[in-house]
């Protein structure tokens, strides 16, 4: 026979209810980590406790989940909106609403790697931002002094910067800042040590790397912290991290990037040997520009000196006075020759002069009779008692006309 007790229906509050399913959810070990793939929605990150709020859905249902500040930093990734997950969690029931939910405790991108996947998004944030534009970029100094090198002190990395700087280029001096370059607390020693060489201006360049390694092992060059930092630096920075199949943040956001260590040092420094050849060069190159120059300066001084010679006062003085002397010459003859001719001339019209000179007709026993001084050329002018005045070659007298 059934006690009535037992079936007699039992009274329950909501909060036992939800208690009681809860603890058949946390107490069922199937639950307790379940694998739960799905694509995110209505995500919510709370920046200030840390706690991301989220639902995973699928094509017919969905579930809402939390993940606590503790699991949340742990990511390697940034959850997003429409992002497909796969999610380590507990199914459990929020008593004071009664909703049932996961905790999730662990989270992965589904189809890659969260660190892939870390690593893209960041890189996207930082593009974003513009510290990857080249206009931000510094150039690298032609001939550095010093050169600072932040990487592991016992790594092969180290020890391959050193013997191509000191091959290449002798005198610059190497400072060296030892660093952990994997792990948890490599980001904050890179950091620090690219801090130190700008505080003090301990380089004019800074080479920061490490050896190959897998994706893990370079995780600390993709520090958001270390890329604002290189960023910062005054000092042109010089990114060798890795393999030059492998590519970081710290790649991106350097004025300059090398495959490799090595790469990274015969970038950082000239070679002695090239520069020694190039000044051999530019010194030939020069010496011959001086000769050719010289050459075509003595051929234009000689062609001055020529044409000045052919052109030169003294020669034209000279000519000149050759030329005068003709002249002079030429001058002397025609004022003789014109002398004579001139002397034949006078000597003619003086003969006639003479010929015609009463004078002349004096001597030759003619006079000159005058009458109140005009000559007398006719018996016709005269009257009986003029008186004349009768000029002989010897001297004059006056004389009477007694009859006409």
Known sequence: MINPEFTKPRIISV???????????????????????????NLTDHYKSGHIYFSLKDKNSVVRAVMFAGNARNLKFKPEEGMKVIALCRVSLYEPTGNYQIYVEDMQPDGIGALTLAFE??????????????????????FPRTVGVITSPTGA?????????????PSVDIVLCPVLVQGAQAPAQLINA?????????ADVII????????????????????????????????????????????????????????AAELAVPDKKELIAYYNSQRQYISS????????????????????????????LLAISKNLDGL???????????????????????????ALNPVSVLRRGYGIAEKDGKTINSIKELKTDDIL????????????????
Do not use: M
């Open 15 to 41: 909060s036992q209810l939800n208690y009681y399913v809860k603890s058949l959810l946390d107490n069922d070990p199937h639950l307790s980590s379940v694998f739960l793939t799905g694509e995110i929605s």
């Open 121 to 142: 998004q960041l890189k996207k944030k930082l593009e974003e931002k513009g510290i990857f534009s080249d206009e931000h970029k510094k150039p690298i100094p032609r």
């Open 157 to 169: 990395a180290v020890q391959d910067i050193r013997n191509i700087l000191t091959r290449r280029f």
């Open 194 to 202: 690219v801090n130190l060489f700008n505080e003090y201006d301990l």
């Open 208 to 263: 920061i790397g490490r050896g190959g390694g897998s994706i893990e092992d370079l995780w600390a060059f993709n520090d958001e912290n270390l890329a604002y930092a290189i960023y910062a630096s005054n000092i042109p920075v010089i990114s060798a991290v890795g393999h030059e199949t492998d590519f970081t943040i710290c790649d991106f956001v350097s004025d300059l990037r090398a495959p490799t260590p090595s790469a």
């Open 289 to 316: 520009i001086i000769d050719s120059k010289i050459s075509k300066l003595k051929a234009s001084l000689s062609e001055k000196k020529t044409l000045l010679s052919e052109n030169s006062p003294e020669k034209n």
């Open 328 to 354: 002079s010459k030429r001058f002397e003859v025609s004022v003789n020759r014109a002398y004579l001719e001139k002397s034949e001339l006078i000597k003619s019209i003086g003969a006639k002069l003479e």
């Open 389 to 404: 005045k009768l000029t002989l070659k010897d001297g004059t007298v006056n004389t009477k006309v007694l009859e006409n």
